[in-house]
């Protein structure tokens, strides 16, 4: 049935993210996320990840230009997934890399947390920047995004073939046809994602920094 919620990927990134950013909320009466309230503040990785996988068909409705985009996405999340089995919270998972002294190794729960995280932070601007325009075209919300949230981490000749994809992008009208959603309703979804995945990536931002880990690298 058309009405059905399994067609509409953007219901379902705003609900996960809006029960993940309540849950941020829970038990926290200060809304004042200092370090001490990080630690009486836990985030639990299966409900992250399986939202963060919600995100990915999103990045495949961009096109055949960001296949490597959703491929690196898409990986660093199963891994997650994964990891989620056997570790019950992001302050766990990222004291155990700690422990084993692999935070930076390529491929480390820790490390793709990051790369994850800046996925979603892209996809909160890439939102933001679709509402705030008036244009069909995606180009120039998404060169925004992108310009914003990845191009500092990213060397020359990624962002050389991330600017090439900008240009194979479908239009907006096309984006909210494979969404299942119309201007309207799309509208509401978003900004449903940018309020709660702010609050999801700003608790995230706050973690790497209390435990002394940098956000920029
Ligand atoms: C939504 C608007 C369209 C903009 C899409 C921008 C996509 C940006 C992601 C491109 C990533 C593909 C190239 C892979 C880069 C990896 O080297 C890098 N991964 C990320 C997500 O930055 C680092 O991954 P690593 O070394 O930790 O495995």
């Avoid at 009405?3 to 009466?29: G, V, Y």
């Avoid at 909210?176 to 702010?198: P, W």
Wanted: net charge negative; charged share 25%; aromatic share 6%.
């Amino acid at each position: 049935m058309a009405a059905d919620d399994n067609n509409k990927p953007l219901r379902k990134i705003a609900e996960a993210f809006k029960s993940l950013s309540n849950s941020i909320n829970k038990d926290d009466d200060t809304n004042n996320t200092t370090s001490e309230t990080l630690d009486s503040c836990t985030m639990e990785l299966a409900p992250f990840s399986n939202a963060c996988s919600l995100v990915s068909p999103l990045f495949r409705c961009l096109g055949i230009a960001f296949r490597f985009a959703e491929m690196d996405y898409v990986a660093k999340v199963d891994d997650l997934v994964e990891a989620s089995k056997s570790i019950s919270t992001l302050q766990a998972m990222m004291d155990g890399d700690i422990e084993s002294n692999c935070v930076r190794k390529g491929g480390s729960h820790t490390r793709n947390l990051l790369r994850v995280k800046r996925g979603l932070d892209m996809v909160r601007v890439l939102f933001e920047q679709i509402i705030a325009t008036d244009e069909n075209s995606l180009k120039s919300p998404a060169s925004t995004a992108y310009a914003q949230v990845f191009a500092p981490h990213h060397n020359w000749a990624i962002r050389k073939a991330v600017a090439a994809g900008m240009y194979a992008l479908p239009t907006k009208a096309q984006l909210l046809m494979k969404l299942n959603e119309d201007e309207v309703s799309a509208r509401t979804q978003m900004q449903i994602y940018i309020g709660a995945s702010a609050a999801v990536i700003l608790y995230i931002d706050k973690l790497f920094h209390s435990k002394d880990l940098g956000i920029d690298w």
